[in-house]
Nanobody, 120 residues
Framework: QVQLVESGGGLVQPGGSLRLSCAAS????????MSWYRQGPGKERGLVAR????????NYATSVKGRFTISRDNAKNTVYLQMNSLEPEDTAVYYC?????????????WGQGTQVTVSS
């Protein structure tokens, strides 16, 4: 079955770094655009970063540009989110997402999330 398993979250001080990983299984990873979303306390879930299926293109939320980097390793079926210069406002549950569409159907999968807390 389809699985997206996030790891790497935790507690970090402002200005620190974390690297999130999302290991995928149960589908053809290289055919899917991969994204990281986050949901902070009292907020809606929103897009953080996206990378296309072969990694040719990325896009980021304005609030994380220049601080976060999304990457993928299709040989390892894994997508990463390198987060630098973390701020308290980055505190959220971070979710991995896989998405693909063809002529007749959309395929949309989610991980269970990993907590990131930025606090001194």
């Amino acid at each position: 079955q389809v699985q997206l398993v996030e790891s790497g979250g935790g507690l970090v001080q402002p200005g620190g770094s974390l690297r999130l990983s999302c290991a995928a299984s149960g589908f053809t990873f290289s055919m899917y655009d991969m994204s990281w979303y986050r949901q902070g306390p009292g907020k809606e879930r929103g897009l953080v970063a996206r990378i296309t299926s072969i990694g040719a293109s990325t896009n980021y939320a304005t609030s994380v540009k220049g601080r976060f980097t999304i990457s993928r390793d299709n040989a390892k079926n894994t997508v990463y989110l390198q987060m630098n210069s973390l701020e308290p406002e980055d505190t959220a549950v971070y979710y991995c997402n896989a998405y693909r569409r063809d002529f007749t159907k959309q395929y949309n999968y989610w991980g269970q999330g990993t907590q990131v807390t930025v606090s001194s």
